[in-house]
């Protein structure tokens, strides 16, 4: 079954052919530049490059994927949770050639694509003794997404079976490292940025404390991060010099990607998982992808990420979604809506 995915909940404009695990093409027109200017993603701005971006996307994909519009066995789309006006673009794009072709539509929750993107064949050579190399997946895994608009902590149990450990309170660490990456200058979007510049900088050189949400506490907190580098650099007087930038990134991502781990290893023993899925934008982070190495193999635990296209935000990973929906005969309705803010799952 070759399912068409599309994903415009943010500012990728995405689209891919999939064939059960395997992407036939994955294509990704970034809007980066469009944004820059505003430090941030503007909703409008992103819809309508959508509008502008879909058609010339789809011809690619399919060209790349060497099908013709008639091979397609269903359409997907994101259709929550994002920005509202670039979710509808997509999802109206994709049902009307769901409605067009006469093949099923199927709505994805853009959050089960992330956690599921780490089924997707992956064609990039990872050697890692704890990345499970050729071993699929077991069930239940402990999944977390780390995004621009999401920290999300689940227990899997299957497919479709999505229990929530934990969730942030404020921020998503992407965007605590976006905001973070503005005060430095490092530009948009700062995740990315941050990340390279961080391995130039002294990870001691500035105290950055963890948030204390409670003993047992598994949800996170990205807000005081932000406001610690706000007084770092306030301290500085507007003259923010290299060697102040690379240690306060440094500082800054020494402290949350350790966060991150406490978090993944204290789940992990509590609820007895040792299988890890770490997706979203953030686990392209280098020193969250080390570090989670490390720990995995102290632990006797396997970790499991995605290739670092398919962390940030892309089609395929709805398409695959869309053709585990589709196994199961889970169709929607073309009167289906896009909803800016939704959960997979209630907290346990
Ligand atoms: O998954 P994604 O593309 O979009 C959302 O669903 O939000 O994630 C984008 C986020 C941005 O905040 C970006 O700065 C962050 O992921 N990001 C990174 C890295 N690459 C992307 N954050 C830290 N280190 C990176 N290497
Ligand atoms: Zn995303």
């Known amino acids: 079954m070759k399912i068409l995915g ?67 066995d269903a359409v997907a789309a994101t259709y929550t949770p994002g920005l509202l006006p670039a979710l509808l673009i997509g999802l109206q794009f994709a049902k009307s050639l769901a409605f067009a072709l006469k093949k099923p539509f199927i709505g994805v929750n853009h959050l089960e694509g ?3 993107s780490v089924f997707l064949d992956d064609p990039s050579p990872q050697p890692s003794p704890t990345r499970g190399e050729g071993v ?13 608009g999401h920290t999300h902590l689940y227990k899997v149990e299957a497919f479709g079976k999505y229990i929530l450990l934990g969730a942030t ?12 990456a503005k005060l430095l200058g490092l530009g948009y979007p700062g995740g990315p940025k941050l990340d390279k510049i961080a391995h130039q ?15 047992d506490s598994l949800e996170f907190s990205f807000s005081g991060y932000k406001t610690a580098a706000l007084l770092h650099v306030q301290k500085q007087n507007g003259d923010l010099s ?24 204290a789940a992990s023993i509590r609820h007895d998982l040792t299988n890890w899925v770490v997706t ?68 346990e």
């Open 6 to 72: 599309i994903e415009t909940s943010c500012d990728e404009t995405a689209v891919a052919v999939v064939e059960g695990r395997k992407i036939l093409s994955n294509i990704i027109a970034s809007q980066h530049a469009a944004h820059a200017p505003f430090g941030g993603v503007v909703p409008e701005i992103a819809s309508r490059h959508h509008i502008e971006n879909l058609p010339a996307i789809l011809e690619e994909a399919l060209q790349q994927a060497d099908v013709r519009l008639a091979d397609i």
């Open 114 to 116: 992330h956690l599921n």
């Open 136 to 148: 699929p997946i077991e069930y239940p895994f402990l999944g977390l997404i780390v995004s621009g």
């Open 169 to 180: 309170r404020d921020d998503a660490a992407g965007e605590a490292y976006d905001k973070v």
């Open 201 to 215: 900088g002294n990870p001691q050189a500035f105290r950055f404390t963890q948030p204390k949400l409670g003993e």
């Open 242 to 265: 290299q060697s102040f930038v690379q240690d306060l990134a440094a500082s800054f991502q020494a402290s949350v990607t350790d966060f991150l781990l406490d978090r993944i290893v």
């Open 280 to 347: 979203g934008g953030v686990a392209a982070n280098k020193a969250l992808r080390a570090k989670l190495e490390k720990e995995a193999q102290e632990n006797g635990c396997r970790q499991y990420l995605p290739p670092l296209n398919l962390c940030t935000d892309n089609g395929a990973m709805i398409a695959y979604v869309g053709g585990r929906h589709l196994e199961n005969k889970k169709y929607s309705p073309l009167s289906l809506n896009a909803m800016a803010y939704s959960e997979l799952a209630k907290c």
